[in-house]
Nanobody, 115 residues
Framework: QVQFVESGGGLVQAGGSLRLSCVAS???????YAWYRQAPGKQRESVAF???????FYADSVKGRFTISRDNAKNTLYLQMSSLKPEDTAVYYC??????????WGQGTQVTVSS
């Protein structure tokens, strides 16, 4: 059973950048993955998805600002975030995509964007 460990979050000013990483506990080959986020008082939402073949899809709210990528050799998923906005503040998680597995949620990593 795959487990995920997210890292790379932090406090950043609006307009800044962060790079999130997610390490999977075993081989990532053959799966699609996604980054999700949950802001206080809101439901968790998908922000970016990468298929096992490398096709990518983004939520409209992050399109043009976020870039998802994967390194199968390192079992690692990345989310490069730029031009960050206060509304990007949330806990960010990685999981299977396009549909997450309830059994695979990790601790997430907090991203806070100050105005």
């Amino acid at each position: 059973q795959v487990q995920f460990v997210e890292s790379g979050g932090g406090l950043v000013q609006a307009g800044g950048s962060l790079r999130l990483s997610c390490v999977a506990s075993r081989s990532a080959f053959g799966f699609g993955y996604a980054w999700y986020r949950q802001a206080p008082g809101k439901q968790r939402e998908s922000v970016a998805f990468i298929s096992r073949g490398g096709s990518v899809f983004y939520a409209d709210s992050v399109k043009g600002r976020f870039t998802i990528s994967r390194d199968n050799a390192k079992n690692t998923l990345y989310l490069q975030m730029s031009s960050l906005k206060p509304e990007d503040t949330a806990v960010y998680y990685c999981n299977l995509g396009p549909s997450p597995s309830d059994a695979h949620w990790g601790q997430g990593t907090q991203v806070t964007v100050s105005s």
